[in-house]
């Protein structure tokens, strides 16, 4: 199986900040890799696939970059309703696996 | 707009199978542009994929949960179905049922709202 292992595993921010948040495969994925976010009590949600584009519908704040084995999610300036769990997963192979989520929490 | 919904009970007794049904609603099951997963989430826990199954029965099982699994597809009912035998406490989790996208990098584009199950006696 190939594992994902995100960093940090939290992070404390300010509305308005940028953030970053990292993910690595344990090996080369391509671009198979995309992101979601979760709420408390809800579903996760598609930001990003392909590693970099943007799911309709899904604020510009929120872009990833990376190939390979190494993987960004950044949210340009944190808004209030960025606050919440994200999570990386690869689609390269089978099984498909996530990373262990990034919470994301006011400062 | 395609919608999916769990149902299912959310008790399950240790030993026994758990058994939930995920209704497409808004689209069709049989179109073959994607997969229809299952997906778990322990309490505070991340998530973890159980398998994947195509409209024409075509199936991949995660290994870890190979030998417990069974993933039907029922086209005519627009749904797919889980079961999972001989449960233990560790089974308790979350369960999702989801969209796999394959135009778009086989992510997963949709979800349903998730059904709690709790495995105790």
């Known amino acids: 199986d190939i594992q994902m292992t995100q960093s940090p595993s939290s992070l404390s921010a300010s509305v308005g900040d940028r953030v970053t948040i990292t993910c690595r495969a344990s090996?080369?994925?391509?671009?198979?890799l995309n992101w979601y976010q979760q709420k408390p009590g809800k579903a996760p949600n598609l930001l990003i696939y392909?590693?970099?584009s943007l799911q309709s519908g899904v604020p510009s704040r929120f872009s990833g970059s990376g190939s390979g084995t190494d993987f960004t999610l950044t949210i340009s300036s944190l808004q209030p309703e960025d606050f919440a769990t994200y999570h990386c997963?690869?689609?390269?192979?089978?099984?498909?696996?996530f990373g262990q989520g990034t919470k994301v929490e006011f400062k | 707009q395609v919608q999916l919904q769990e149902s299912g009970p959310g008790l399950v007794k240790p030993s026994q199978t758990l058994s939930l049904t995920c209704t497409v609603s808004?689209?069709?099951?049989?179109?073959?542009?994607?997969?229809w997963s299952w997906i778990r989430q322990p309490p505070g826990k991340g998530l973890e994929w159980i398998g994947y199954?195509?409209?024409?029965?075509?199936?991949y099982y995660n290994p870890s949960l190979k030998s417990r699994v069974t993933i039907s597809v029922d086209t005519s009912k627009n749904q797919f179905s889980l079961k999972l035998s001989s449960v233990t406490a560790a089974d308790t989790a979350l369960y999702y049922c989801?969209?796999?996208?394959?135009?778009?990098?086989?992510?997963?584009?949709?979800w349903g709202q998730g059904t709690m199950v709790t495995v105790s006696s």
């Open positions: 989801a969209r796999e996208c394959r135009s778009c990098n086989d992510a997963f584009d949709i």
């Open positions: 808004g689209g069709s099951i049989s179109s073959g542009d994607y997969f």
């Open positions: 199954i195509y409209y024409s029965g075509s199936i």
């Open positions: 090996q080369s994925i391509n671009s198979y």
């Open positions: 392909a590693a970099s």
């Open positions: 997963q690869q689609s390269y192979s089978s099984p498909r696996t």
